[in-house]
């Protein structure tokens, strides 16, 4: 099955709603990242065959297990190829979605996916998440830290209210609402 199948099934089985522009936005994306990846690292050569299941329908599902309001500022903290914050993006253009991403060749991929695909709704920032003055209402985690640290290393850049959608592994996203 090629990838825009693959995509579109996924969407129908969870429910999703989605245009023929955001369909088109995963795939350029998708592309992107095969031909950037051999040189920038950005996806392992093993994961090159699944990554569509694994990192980019994986990325989707965290819209299908929390219910992320309208207008909401989200930190995809160690972006890294883009997972799951590009996608989130794509999908929900309503949302204001920051790149934090420390490295500075991953930090000019993600602007150069954000220009070509035209996403507006995303920013990048080349730094490091703890030098950041700026406060989140949803922050996304995909293996960054282990799980015992997770809450106390994200806390800091929360909102009252606020949660982290922490990627544990594959297919498994956990909700976290610390106290703040």
């Known amino acids: 099955m090629d990838d825009r199948t693959t995509i579109i099934n996924w969407m129908k089985e ?9 369909i088109r936005a995963l795939l350029e994306y998708l592309e992107m990242i095969r031909e950037y990846s051999p040189t920038i690292n950005l ?17 989707l599902l965290a819209l299908t297990v929390y219910d992320i309001a309208t207008d909401l500022k989200v930190a995809d903290v160690g972006s ?3 997972f799951p914050g590009i996608p989130i ?18 930090s000019l991929f993600l602007s150069s996916v954000l220009k070509n695909i035209g996403l ?33 290393q994200l806390r800091s850049a929360l909102v009252p209210g606020g949660a982290i959608l922490y990627f544990a592994k594959y297919n498994n996203i956990k909700v976290l609402k610390p106290r703040i």
């Open 80 to 82: 890294g190829a883009g």
């Open 120 to 152: 507006a709704n995303a920013i990048v920032i080349n730094d490091r998440w703890e030098n950041l003055s700026l406060l989140f209402d949803l922050i996304l985690a995909r293996a960054i830290f282990p799980e015992d640290k997770i809450v106390e």
């Open 43 to 59: 996806v392992s050569a093993g994961d090159m065959e699944i990554i569509v299941e694994r990192h980019l329908l994986d990325s």
């Open 89 to 106: 993006a794509i999908m929900r253009p309503d949302l204001q979605v920051y790149l934090i991403e420390s490295r500075r060749k991953k």
């Open 14 to 22: 969870h429910e999703m709603k989605y245009s023929e522009g955001q």
